[in-house]
Structure formats: structure tokens, C-alpha cells
């Protein structure tokens, strides 16, 4: 399953110092736009306590977190959708992830350049949603153009599409991303089909120096709040620098300073955690003596759905799942007082995996 989160914002907001430290990948970071030119890629292990429990529980000899994908890209500007600072190059970096942590600069600093003189995050978020707001504008009209012929000449299939993008230009030509189109669930599926940018799910990153962390307000991280909400979109506070400066800490490390400044997550922990809830995941669990693994499945999987994440042939060969809750296993530290409890659930190929599930899969041989 695909987990592939695109970085972007303008240049010197820190999208290449939030990546560092999120991959420890080194990505150059120079104080010019355009540094990063074609895209960064780094594997990030998604936290979960619950994986760790599971491996006091069942001692295995290896212990697998789910992970997801992270793509440093290039910062844009304005006039991107035209090719300004490379931009056509960079959009189609953007196109080919599945949602979008959109970095925004929340932090005065005189060293570091602004790419236009002044600090506002909002400005800096809407000019960059403008620029894929008209990319997407441009691509949404050809295709609407293309079908339009096959739609009116009573192709069903082509009718149910040129309505649906009927609705997003409209949206778009409002200067608003096509996520705010009213699309309904069942319309989900044929929405993807178009690739636009704007119709992926995003998360905003307010990127704030280290004292601001500790300020009780900050008028520049309250403005970004604001407008995710407008949008219905999420926002994650963190400062770059600092998280960059913790990575390097093993996770006792981490989390032992953590604690000394109040906190029990680290800000990337945060932020990954929000991009993996973005992409409508949830994570189920195996447990034995060889290995504990954390998974990766999409709301509302059956079963069968959830086992091919495992191995492709297992969603044919599924025989039945068996449950039980991580709660049950984490309160009793044994799974045999959980089936001694009755805790234990067989389940057929209607069963939808809820997150948490730790399950052992039959399948035929």
C-alpha cells in the first residue's frame, strides 16, 4: 500500500530541515530558493507504543514498525503553474504523491531570506495553493474537453465524469482547492482518476523557532490554525531546528529529554503520525515468537483486504482472522488470558479491521 507524503511550501520555509530530521537523510539545505532541486526521498518508521508493548508481550526476535515514504520537494513560487523557478518540474513531482504536508514558516529570523520580504504563513500558504490551484485548473479543463464529446454522446461513464469535473472547475475558478468541491464518497474513486494536486488530503506544518515552542500565543501559528479550519484541514506545530538537533538521539534519548521539557511526543513524531491519520489508515498488528510487525491498511478494509497487505495471494486464499484487541492484550500481558477471557474473536471476510486489531490470519496453504 502506498504511503508517500509530498513536503512542499516555499523556499527557506524548512521543508529540507523538517526532512532531515525526519530521515536523517541529509538533504542539502542552502539560505537560496531552489536548493533542492529534484526531490528527496527518505523511509520513516511510523511511532507506535502499541508495537512496543507487543514485543514485551510476545519477546519475538524481530520487531517491524509500518513506515511511509517522504519526498522533499522543491520549494515553489509564484508562477509556478507557468514554469516560473522550475515549476512545471516541480509540479509534477507534487502530482505523483498521495497527500501533501504543506510547510509553512511561522518564525521571524533576519539571516534567513524570505523569498518575498516578509513573514506571513497564510500569505505563503495561499500563494502556493494558488499556483496549484491554476496547475490544476489547466489540467481539469483539458480533460474536461476531452470527454465532453464521449459525455454527450450518452457514454454513461463519461458522463458521470465530465458533471464531476464540471463541479471541481467551478470550484478551482474560485481560486480554491478541489478538496472543497462537495465530491461524494461514491464520486472518491473517479476524483483520483484526474490526479489533481489540490484534491489530495493536507496536512499544514508550522514551522516556529525553539523559544516560540514555550510561548503560551503565537498570533503567527494562531493565523494558520484559522485557515486550516476554513479548510478542513489539520495543523501540526513544530520547530525544525530543534527536532533536527533530537534526531540524532536514540528514542530512550529522546524521550528522557522530551520529558525534562514537558513533553511526551517529539514534534515529528506528531507530524508523522497526522500524515499517516491523513491518508485514512489504520494500523493492525502480528505478534508471535519470530516477529511483532505493525501493518498498514486503508479505513474500512475487510479481512481479506487487510490479509493481502501481508501477502498478495492471501485476500483469495482467506480462510478467517483471529482477533483480538490490543487493549485486552496490553491489559492482561498475555494473550492466553485473553482467550481464557473469551477476548478472543473469530471473524469471516465481512469483518472491517478496526485499528488496534491484532490479528493471526488463516489461510488456505
Not at 313 to 322: G, L, P, Q
Request: net charge negative; glycine share 8%.
Amino acid at each position: 500500500m502506498s504511503l508517500n507524503c509530498g513536503i512542499v511550501g516555499l523556499p527557506n520555509v524548512g521543508k529540507s530541515t523538517i526532512f532531515n530530521a525526519l530521515t536523517k537523510a541529509g538533504a542539502e539545505m542552502q539560505n537560496y530558493p531552489f536548493c533542492t532541486i529534484e526531490p528527496n526521498t527518505g523511509i520513516v518508521e511510523v511511532p507506535d507504543t502499541r508495537l512496543e508493548r507487543l514485543a514485551e508481550i510476545y519477546k519475538p526476535n524481530k520487531t517491524i514498525p509500518a513506515i511511509m515514504e517522504f519526498v522533499d520537494i522543491a520549494g515553489l513560487v509564484k508562477g509556478a503553474s507557468q514554469g516560473e523557478g522550475l515549476g512545471n518540474k516541480f509540479l509534477s513531482h507534487i502530482r505523483e504523491v498521495d497527500a501533501i504536508c504543506h510547510v509553512v514558516r511561522a518564525f521571524e529570523d533576519d539571516n534567513i531570506t524570505h523569498v518575498h520580504g516578509k513573514i506571513s504563513p497564510v500569505d505563503d500558504a495561499q500563494v502556493v495553493t494558488m499556483e496549484l490551484v491554476l496547475a490544476d485548473l489547466d489540467s481539469a479543463e483539458k480533460q474536461y474537453q476531452k470527454i465532453s464529446r464521449n459525455a454527450k454522446g450518452g457514454n454513461k461513464e463519461a458522463q458521470e465524469a465530465y458533471n464531476l469535473l464540471e463541479k471541481i472547475i467551478s470550484v478551482l475558478k474560485e481560486g480554491k482547492p478541489a478538496r472543497l468541491a462537495e465530491i461524494k464518497p461514491e464520486e472518491q474513486k473517479l476524483v483520483k482518476t484526474f490526479n489533481l494536486i489540490t484534491a489530495k488530503p493536507v496536512l499544514y506544518v508550522a514551522n516556529i523557532t525553539d523559544k516560540a515552542a514555550t510561548a503560551k500565543e503565537n498570533p503567527l501559528v494562531d493565523a494558520v490554525r484559522k485557515m486550516a479550519k476554513d479548510e478542513g484541514a489539520e495543523v501540526v506545530t513544530l520547530c525544525g531546528k530543534f527536532e533536527e538537533e533530537i534526531s540524532g538521539l536514540s528514542r530512550e534519548e529522546q524521550t528522557e529529554f522530551l520529558a525534562e521539557i514537558g513533553e511526551t511526543r517529539s514534534g515529528l513524531d506528531r507530524m508523522i503520525q497526522a500524515a499517516y491519520k491523513l491518508l485514512g489508515l489504520v494500523t493492525f498488528f502480528t505478534a508471535g515468537e519470530q516477529e511483532a510487525r505493525a501493518w498498514t491498511t486503508g479505513v474500512g478494509s475487510t479481512a481479506p483486504i487487510a490479509a493481502s497487505v501481508i501477502h498478495s495471494d492471501f485476500e483469495k486464499a482467506f480462510i478467517r482472522a483471529e482477533v483480538m484487541k490490543f487493549e485486552d492484550l496490553d491489559r492482561t500481558g498475555n494473550p492466553t488470558k485473553v482467550k481464557e477471557e473469551g477476548k478472543l474473536r473469530i471473524e469471516g471476510k465481512e469483518y472491517i479491521v478496526q485499528d488496534g486489531d491484532v490479528i493471526y490470519f488463516r489461510v488456505n496453504a
